[in-house]
């Protein structure tokens, strides 16, 4: 039986369009405290030296699929990239640098409960490189926020 008899057309369109808002709205607090995770990991890497830039890359990791990032690193620089996602999420992450040539590299500094890492690389030349994240443990579970912020010294 369709719901047109019990609710006018406008009233159901209203609804949809709630629903839709609290959905945008569910998501942009989850990737905030995604953001809010991996700023936690920059304090004691400035305290290191790193200066970090003002803007955070931001998105969605997938259960089964990872993401790669393109970053441009110049030599002479050391990188701290500082990854996470959700606290409670209960998500466990990794990551790597992918190098010119797509191999992977950095030395990783985790965080114990899984959900964050400090990633650290030194490229050997200019260039565009690839920050590769993904879910680990024994079985991803659902889709998650994820943010990352770039240190330099």
């Given amino acids: ?3 047109a008899p019990f ?3 406008p009233l159901l369109l209203l609804g949809f369009l709630l629903l839709g808002c609290l959905s945008v709205v569910t998501h942009a607090a989850d990737l905030k405290d995604a953001e809010a995770a991996a700023l936690r990991l920059v304090p004691d890497q400035e305290r290191e ?3 970090f830039r003002a803007d955070l890359w931001s998105n ?3 259960a089964r699929m990872g993401r790669a990032v393109r970053v441009q690193l110049f030599k002479g620089n050391e990188y701290a990239f500082c990854i996470a996602v959700p606290r409670d999420s209960g998500a466990r992450i990794s990551a790597v640098v992918l190098d010119l040539e797509g191999k992977p590299a950095g030395d990783v500094l985790p965080v114990a409960d899984g959900w964050g ?3 650290f690389y030194k490229p050997k030349k200019t ?3 690839a920050i590769a994240i993904r879910q680990t443990g024994p079985q991803p579970g659902k889709a998650v926020p994820c943010a990352f912020v770039t240190g330099w010294k």
């Fill in 1 to 3: 039986m369709p719901l």
């Fill in 7 to 9: 609710f006018p057309r």
């Fill in 49 to 51: 030296g790193y200066e």
């Fill in 60 to 62: 969605t990791l997938e």
């Fill in 117 to 119: 890492m400090v990633l």
């Fill in 127 to 129: 260039g565009t490189y």
